[in-house]
C-alpha cells in the first residue's frame, strides 16, 4: 500500500482578542476545511468510511508551544490526524479591550495546510 495526496486545503485564522494561538490555528483549520466536500474519497478512492484518510494538518502561528493540540484536531470531524505546528503567522498590534480579557494589543494570526491521504495498491 502506498500513501497518496488527495487534497490539500489552506485557511487562515485569527484571534482578535484572548491572545490565544489555539483559537487562531483551529479557525485557520476551520477555515481549511470550511467549502469542501469530499465525495471522491467513496467515489474514486473507495474507502468504505472516511475515518479511514490520514488527516495531516500543519499550522504555522505565534507561539506555537501554546498551541493546544487536541483543540486544533477536534475541527476535523474523521481521520487519522496529526498535527504540526510551527512558529509562523503574524502578530498585529490591535486594541487591548478590557470587556474582553485581553491581556495585551496583540492580534494573532494563523496559517494551515490540511492534507489528506489515502491508502491505496501501487
Known sequence: MARKRFIIEMGMGVDQHGQEP????ARA???AIAHNALPGIWEVAGLDHPDQMIVEVQVAVPYPEKVREA????VLPFGQKT???TTG???V???AIAEFNDKNDEMLI???AVTV???QDD
Open 22 to 25: 489555539t483559537v487562531a490555528a
Open 29 to 31: 483549520v476551520r477555515n
Open 71 to 74: 483543540e486544533v484536531l477536534a
Open 83 to 85: 498535527l504540526t505546528v
Open 89 to 91: 503567522g503574524m502578530v
Open 93 to 95: 498590534q490591535g486594541r
Open 110 to 112: 494563523a496559517v494551515a
Open 117 to 119: 491521504y489515502i491508502e
